[in-house]
């Protein structure tokens, strides 16, 4: 059975996708923990991160760091946090969140209620700070 985040690549579930190639994808978190919190994922299922191959490893983290230096420039915050953990879902999946402090990065503060018009906002900001 496919993962939630295969359904969400292959468009059978809706994601605010900020970017996608051959190898990997990036969309933001529908329960972000901070405005553009953005989860990067390869296009292949792999439950641990420490099975990824190195190259899907090495292509993934230049992605997050792509959509990081996005986010700093987009958002302003004071760093830009990158965690890796895949205890929710087991697809390997990256967690780039602009954050102030380090409780910007405690999943307990995550916005359950995050509104369709503020994940767009944040979508476009970060789809513009990347062009």
Known sequence: MATLFTRIINGELPGRFVHRDPLCVAFLSIHPLQPGH????????????????PELLHHCMQVAQRIARAAQQAFEPEKVGLMLAGLEVPHVHFHVVPINSGNDMDFSNQ?????????????????????
């Open 38 to 53: 953005t989860l990067v994922v390869p296009v292949e299922e792999v439950d641990h991160w420490i099975d990824l191959k």
């Open 111 to 131: 916005n359950l209620h995050a509104t369709a018009a503020e994940l767009d906002a944040a979508a476009e900001k970060l789809r513009q700070a990347l062009k």
